[in-house]
């Protein structure tokens, strides 16, 4: 497998490095691509150093895959041009999410809509990733009527320089503000621009998403996204209504045998998902799973994830590895 990483050098871009030598995928050629003043310098994957390139030379070297973590301009401009050599490209940015010539893939749920026509594949957001794992079995199950979904996100889903940010207040030290507001000591409802609707980008993306994601535009989403002062981990309170009778014991055995999935849920010693225990882990994690006693058929629950692992790095290789099994018992 001849492998591009467009974006290598990035926050998300050095995690898939991680996940590909964890999962141990067999890689002919890697092709590493930054920016250009990142050109020539090294990085060293499983033991040995490849030089960055250009993204054109990338492009020229046609290689079988490309995983995009440069942001949605570069994907806009670079993805269709991988295509055209007969790559396939798995997209973390938002560009190509909502495109209904796309596909917007979490392997778990949807892979199998996947065919060897798809040449630019969506990648979701990190939010509604750890999201949909949990309501997708749900769903299938009780059928979904009502999401309620408030986010509690950690600085690293801003980038380098919101973690710096962070960093910088800790120490009482002044620089860079990649938010309008301290994040130290503080929360900020305001995850990504505003839209004219009050909702922000953020907010818009889980509920569009998650009905791409399971195929259903009936269900009703309603998101607040918020930005706390933890370094990685994404945590989220949701209220889920449901049409079907819904059992709580039923509901954890559902968690329990579903892939990805690691049920949380002991109260009495303690134990629910928490950012600090999802951090280097490719699993969603959810717990505190209660019944809405204001509401007929509806629960509470609280997930956590390692947003650049399962919402961003691991989801892409994921859909990496999922479309070469696939070719390699096409091709055998």
Known sequence: MKLSIVGVTGLVGSVILKILE???????????????KSVGKEIIFSGKKYKVVGIEDAINKKPD?????????????????FAEQGTVVIDNSSAWRMDKTKKLIVPEINANILSAE???????NCSTIQLVMVLAPLH?????????????????????????????ERQNI????????????????HCDDF???????????LINETHKILDDYNISVTATAVRVPVLGGHSESVNI?????????????????????????????????????????????????????SQKNAINLWITADNLRKGAATNAVQILEFLNKKNSKINN
């Open 195 to 205: 839209t004219n609707n009050g909702y922000t980008k953020e907010e818009m993306k």
């Open 241 to 293: 209504e449901f049409e079907k009778n819904v059992d709580i014991n039923k509901i954890k055995t559902i968690f329990a045998n579903t892939k990805g999935v690691i049920l949380q849920d002991d109260i009495q010693n303690n134990i629910y998902p928490m950012p600090i225990n999802a951090h280097n882990k490719n699993e969603v994690f959810v717990g505190r799973i209660r019944k809405d006693f």
């Open 174 to 189: 002044e620089g860079i503000k990649k938010y309008p507001h301290p994040i130290d000591k503080n929360c900020i409802p």
């Open 140 to 168: 299938k199950e009780f059928k979904i009527k009502r999401v309620v979904v408030s986010t509690y996100q950690s600085v690293s889903g801003s980038g380098v320089a919101a973690i710096k940010q962070m960093e910088n």
């Open 22 to 36: 964890e999962q141990n995928i067999s890689i002919s050629e890697l092709i590493p691509v930054a920016t250009e």
């Open 65 to 81: 895959f490309a995983i995009f973590s440069a942001g949605g301009e570069t994907s806009l401009k670079y993805a269709p041009k």
């Open 118 to 124: 798809d040449k630019i594949i969506a990648n979701p």
